[in-house]
């Protein structure tokens, strides 16, 4: 399955989703409930596994995505301050990495770029890994790359 059929399934799906909590809230479901439930349904599916397809993405699936959140927004069905997308990944990003970088038992930690001991400081670095070079485009979209990089 690709990114866009699995972004395509999920638009249909929150389609569904958005539809039932337009019907709760015309039978007298509260606000905050309802901003619960879209957080918890949509918001968590939409950023499962984020980590691992959001780098596959293209703009305009990207765009798509955004629209589904800004549509929760403009019916009321999520709060006013909801974060981009885009932010919400990367937040996602910086504590996997955190996760896996800082904890030598992680599953994933093997898989990082093996340490590096600088000897200058001119500035501070989130990470003492070796850089990676971009060879390919999919070592571009890898999650990791991204990240270390």
Request: charged share 15%; hydrophobic share 40%.
């Amino acid at each position: 399955m690709s990114v866009t059929e699995h972004i395509n399934n999920f638009i249909a799906s929150s389609a569904q989703t958005i539809h039932a909590l337009r019907i709760l809230r015309s039978h007298g479901m509260q606000t905050e409930s309802i901003h619960t439930i879209y957080q918890a349904v949509v918001i968590a599916k939409l950023t499962y596994a984020s980590s691992a397809w959001w780098g596959f993405t293209t703009a305009t699936d990207r765009q798509r995505l955004e629209a589904v959140i800004r549509r929760g927004i403009r019916s009321g069905l999520s709060s006013s301050n909801q974060l981009d997308l885009a932010e919400i990944v990367e937040d996602a990003d910086d504590n996997l990495f955190s996760e896996v970088l800082y904890n030598n038992s992680h599953v994933l930690n093997s898989l990082l770029p093996s340490t590096n001991t600088r000897t200058y400081n001119l500035r501070q670095i989130a990470h003492n890994r070796t850089l990676v070079a971009k060879t390919s485009t999919l070592t571009e979209s890898d999650f990791y790359l991204q990240n270390v990089i």
